[in-house]
């Protein structure tokens, strides 16, 4: 298992940037792909960004390309999500999830460790 813990989000006016940290504790961190996903109120969770094992393979949704970075370091046990541009559309509270031993994927039901979430708002 793996624990997981985010951080970094926050208020932001449209156009901005915020960086949103997950810390892992645990030594299966290094053989998780990584992965954000998001969830408004009645809606249900979005994927955002993932991540491979080695850093090698990301992904992201089409809403996000360009504007959102997904990084990691094994070393430290953390995993990024660096979010430029800033829309209205992506407030919500961001998500960390690992998936222990697995290959990157966009499905939420593929990762079994979740953090409990951070906020982020963006404003006009």
């Known amino acids: 298992q793996v624990q997981l813990v985010e951080s970094g989000g926050g208020l932001v006016q449209v156009g901005g940037s915020l960086r949103l940290s997950c810390a892992a504790s645990?030594?299966?961190?290094?053989?998780?792909?990584m992965g954000w996903f998001r969830q408004t109120p009645g809606k249900e969770r979005e994927f955002v960004a993932t991540?491979?094992?080695?850093?090698?393979?990301?992904n992201y949704a089409d809403s996000v390309k360009g504007r959102f970075t997904i990084s990691r370091d094994n070393a430290k046990n953390t995993v990024s999500l660096q979010m430029n541009s800033l829309k209205l559309e992506d407030t919500a509270v961001y998500y960390c999830?690992?998936?222990?031993?697995?290959?990157?994927?966009?499905?939420?039901?593929?990762?079994?460790?979740w953090g409990q979430g951070t906020q982020v708002t963006v404003s006009s």
């Open positions: 999830a690992a998936r222990i031993n697995g290959g990157v994927t966009i499905r939420s039901m593929d990762y079994a460790n």
């Open positions: 645990g030594r299966t961190f290094s053989n998780s792909a």
């Open positions: 991540i491979s094992r080695t850093g090698a393979v990301t």
